[in-house]
Structures are given as structure tokens and as C-alpha cells.
């Protein structure tokens, strides 16, 4: 029997194309709001401290020829995460790639698009999972008027001041966790509903270096908030069947995420979430293969991504529901 091109001839894995392409992709948050942690198992435990053994004081005065007072800490290991593994392909046919024009390329669309497609699980998944009520340990719903304690005046309204709203937030937060927040998430709504909010304006009317209107953006909003990052989520997805006429809308919708996002992930880093990736086969998380299918005559391009995006603290989260009408 004849060997097949495939018998012959292993193509290298299309991954760099697909990393490269991923960095750009700055309106998907997830992977910045729960940071990554590259594992060499698909499912394992993880180590929770006990905050409070961490904040209580437990020092003592010490007579002489004494022994010092003794103290320790808790740690929960039955957290565990299991990465599940999702994938999807497109084949090339044979006719295509041997017809394309010289400025196009068939298998670089294709990573790209796979690309696009793993994004927006991982995008979809978070924000279904996380960036909801009922998940974190605080919140506040917005109304359009007349706000209880539980509360607050939707930032779209005039009277609304989001800077008090958030202030407060970010005190509960590190009051009860000693970590201040260092990350606000906006739904793209939100983002520019706040952008156009008279409180935010009214506080900053002039830039104090050149005495003219200062432009609003993310990194301003940031100074305003006392927060590291603000990450505005702008992905988009269409929900409707092939086929169909496009039904496109913001994954995010009208709310609002304050948390502590570990800087650096590790063992003693405390965090509001972890996407736990596992190393499969070298490449953390996410893998793009191309190989021959010789019964269909064509390219196979095929991603392969493996991830949990896991809660770790609940109290290093405020949720604000419907923060705009």
C-alpha cells in the first residue's frame, strides 16, 4: 500500500500564529480579570488560606526567659479544578488552497478565525459564570430612582455619582479582606455611560497641566476610581443560527465587576478568580494543529483549548447589577 502525504509528513502546530493574534484581542477580559495558571495536570487540587488566621493579631508581651506566644494559619485543600477540553476545526479543500489568491492565505484565516471562536467561549463562559448576581460576596443592583441600601441610582442618570458608589464598594472590600480592589470590569454600556456621567466630569473640568478639558478614557477612569486596570468588556457575539440573519450584542451587558486580580499568580496570591490552563502537549491552555484529512482532500486546522476559570474568593468581588438603564 502507498503511504499518504500524512504518512509522511507531520505539519508543525500552528499555535505562534494563534498566540500572536490573541494579544490583540483587548476587548476579551477574562484571562486578565481571573489570571492564568498554567498546570501540568488536567484536574488537581488547589490551596485556600484562612484570611482571618492571616489578619488576626495574635502578638503577645513576653516575660523574660520565656517562650514566645504560638500561632499558625488554616489551609483548605479540597478546592479542585478539572480543565475541560473544548475544540473546533475547519478544513481547507485541496481546490481552495491551490486557487487562492497570492494576498490570501487559507490557513493563517483560518487560525485566526478558530482563534476568534476559542475567545469567545472563554469570553462567554466568564461572564455566564462570574459576571452575574448571586456569585460574590457583596453587591448592589441598580434601579432608576429612589435606591435602598441594598441599591444604587443607575449610572446613566444625572444625579447618579459612581465614584461615591465605587469608593464604597472598594472600603467593603478591603475592610473585609485587607486587599484593596485593583480592578474595575465595565460592560462597554457601562463604559460609556460613565465616560458622559456629570459627576465624573464635573471632577475633572480642566487638566491641571494644560487648563483645558482633559479627554476621559479608561486610564482616567482608573485615576478617578483608585484601581489599577479598568477593563471595559467589548466583545461582541451573534446568537443567531447559521443561516439566520446576524443578531449581534455585547457578551458583557450592563454591568459592573470591582475586584482584586492577582498580579502575579501563585501559591500565596490571593485573587478573586484563576483560569487554571493546563499544559497539554507543551502549550499552555490552548494548542492549534493543522494536518492532512486524505479522504476529504483537505487542510485540517484544529484548536484545542483546555481551561477552568475557577471563583477562589468571593469577598474580593462587588457586583453591580444593571449599573445603567
Given at each position: 500500500m502507498k503511504p499518504t502525504p500524512s504518512d509522511v509528513h507531520v505539519d508543525q502546530p500552528l499555535t505562534n500564529i494563534s498566540i500572536a493574534y490573541l494579544q490583540d484581542q483587548s476587548r476579551f477580559v477574562a484571562d486578565r480579570v481571573f489570571p492564568v495558571v498554567p498546570v501540568?495536570?488536567?484536574?488537581?487540587?488547589?490551596?485556600?488560606?484562612?484570611?482571618?488566621?492571616?489578619?488576626?493579631?495574635?502578638?503577645?508581651?513576653?516575660?523574660?526567659?520565656?517562650?514566645?506566644?504560638?500561632?499558625?494559619?488554616?489551609?483548605?485543600?479540597?478546592?479542585?479544578?478539572?480543565?475541560?477540553?473544548?475544540?473546533?476545526?475547519?478544513?481547507?479543500p485541496d481546490q481552495v488552497m491551490a486557487n487562492a489568491d497570492v494576498m490570501l492565505d487559507p490557513l493563517r484565516e483560518s487560525v485566526l478565525y478558530l482563534t476568534l471562536k476559542a475567545l469567545l467561549r472563554r469570553e462567554k463562559n466568564w461572564a455566564s459564570s462570574y459576571f452575574k448576581n448571586g456569585v460574590w460576596a457583596n453587591g448592589l443592583a441598580g434601579v432608576n430612582s429612589a435606591p435602598n441600601s441594598s441599591q444604587f441610582l443607575q449610572w446613566n442618570d444625572n444625579s447618579s455619582d459612581p465614584i461615591k458608589t465605587i469608593r464604597a464598594a472598594a472600603t467593603t472590600i478591603l475592610e473585609s479582606t485587607g486587599f484593596a480592589p485593583n480592578v474595575l470590569v465595565l460592560g462597554k454600556r457601562v463604559y460609556d455611560a460613565l465616560l458622559d456621567n456629570v459627576a465624573i466630569l464635573d471632577r475633572i473640568k480642566y487638566s491641571t497641566v494644560t487648563g483645558q478639558p482633559s479627554l476621559i478614557n479608561a486610564n482616567l477612569l482608573a485615576q478617578l476610581f483608585e484601581v489599577e486596570r479598568v477593563?471595559?468588556?467589548?466583545?461582541?457575539?451573534?446568537?443567531?443560527?447559521?443561516?439566520?440573519?446576524?443578531?449581534?450584542?455585547?457578551?458583557?451587558?450592563?454591568?459592573?465587576?470591582?475586584?482584586?486580580?492577582?498580579?502575579?499568580?501563585?501559591?500565596?496570591?490571593?485573587s478573586a478568580g484563576y483560569t487554571f490552563a493546563w499544559n497539554n502537549l507543551g502549550y499552555t491552555g490552548q494548542v492549534v494543529r493543522q494536518f492532512r484529512m486524505d479522504e476529504l482532500k483537505a487542510q485540517r486546522v484544529e484548536i484545542e483549548t483546555n481551561f477552568d476559570q475557577k471563583l477562589v474568593s468571593a469577598d474580593l468581588g462587588f457586583f453591580f447589577g444593571s449599573a445603567v438603564a
Open positions: 501540568n495536570k488536567q484536574s488537581d487540587r488547589y490551596y485556600a488560606y484562612d484570611r482571618g488566621d492571616w489578619n488576626r493579631d495574635d502578638m503577645q508581651e513576653r516575660a523574660p526567659s520565656t517562650e514566645s506566644a504560638g500561632s499558625g494559619f488554616r489551609i483548605d485543600n479540597t478546592p479542585t479544578y478539572f480543565c475541560r477540553e473544548f475544540a473546533l476545526h475547519r478544513d481547507i477593563e471595559v468588556m467589548a466583545g461582541i457575539e451573534n446568537t443567531a443560527a447559521e443561516g439566520a440573519s446576524a443578531n449581534h450584542s455585547f457578551i458583557s451587558g450592563k454591568s459592573a465587576l470591582l475586584a482584586y486580580s492577582a498580579l502575579a499568580p501563585g501559591l500565596m496570591s490571593p
